[in-house]
T-cell receptor, first 113, second 113 residues
Framework: GQQLNQSPQSMFIQEGEDVSMNCTSS?????WLWYKQDPGEGPVLLIA???AGELTSNGRLTAQFGITRKDSFLNISASIPSDVGIYFC????WGGGADGLTFGKGTHLIIQP | DAGVTQSPTHLIKTRGQQVTLRCSPI?????VSWYQQVLGQGPQFIFQ???????GRGNFPDRFSARQFPNYSSELNVNALLLGDSALYLC????????????FGDGTRLSIL
């Protein structure tokens, strides 16, 4: 099935560093969402974006809905150990039919002590 | 408040068998979606149900079926299991259709021997 192009695939950073990851698509989406998944758990919604150009923050997390509606990025400032996990972007198109989310392959965030 | 709950948490089956997975949505949510997540990938959309009707279907064979009950809970059925069906099956609920954020349960880990 289709998956979004998410990069980087993995990131090795020091605690306190800022993190940036992005997601691109060949298709237009009406919604972009960012999820975090810890081992043995389901994805947890971090941020939802509904309008092209929208910039939304949730604590140390900031995400933007690209102007072209084909991309989005997520920034994490001043990373802490509990930020470790897999981050997924997801796009949603609304055409009156299926509302299924299309996911990226994920970015593994690893924080080195 | 209870989130999305799924049962069982783990399941082991053999090839050719049939399996039923269950999902209870967040209270007040009327839409349930099912996703398959194989190791190292993002979730793939299987179905979306709203008001007991199938509203969307991903690219999965007819061996996969689902239904939604009057209390908005849902079951996913998979017949004639194949080794490739081994995956984490995730259920997500949302308030309704359209651009509503989807919230995930912790999934059912299905292993096929």
């Amino acid at each position: 099935g289709q998956q979004l192009n998410q990069s980087p695939q993995s990131m090795f950073i020091q605690e306190g560093e800022d993190v940036s990851m992005n997601c691109t698509s060949s298709s237009i989406f009406n919604t972009w969402l960012w999820y975090k998944q810890d081992p043995g758990e389901g994805p947890v919604l971090l941020i939802a974006l509904y309008k092209a150009g929208e910039l939304t923050s949730n604590g140390r997390l900031t995400a933007q809905f690209g102007i072209t509606r084909k991309d989005s990025f997520l920034n994490i400032s001043a990373s802490i150990p509990s930020d470790v996990g897999i981050y997924f972007c997801a796009g949603q198109a609304w055409g009156g039919g299926a509302d299924g989310l299309t996911f990226g392959k994920g970015t593994h965030l690893i924080i080195q002590p | 408040d209870a989130g999305v709950t799924q049962s069982p948490t783990h399941l082991i089956k053999t090839r050719g068998q049939q399996v039923t997975l269950r999902c209870s949505p967040i209270s007040g949510h009327k839409s349930v979606s099912w996703y398959q997540q194989v190791l190292g990938q993002g979730p793939q959309f299987i179905f979306q149900y709203y008001e007991k009707e199938e509203r969307g279907r991903g690219n999965f064979p007819d061996r996969f079926s689902a239904r939604q009950f009057p209390n908005y809970s849902s079951e996913l059925n998979v017949n004639a299991l194949l080794l490739g069906d081994s995956a984490l099956y995730l259920c997500a609920s949302s308030l309704g259709l359209g651009l509503q954020p989807q919230h995930f349960g912790d999934g059912t880990r299905l292993s096929i021997l």
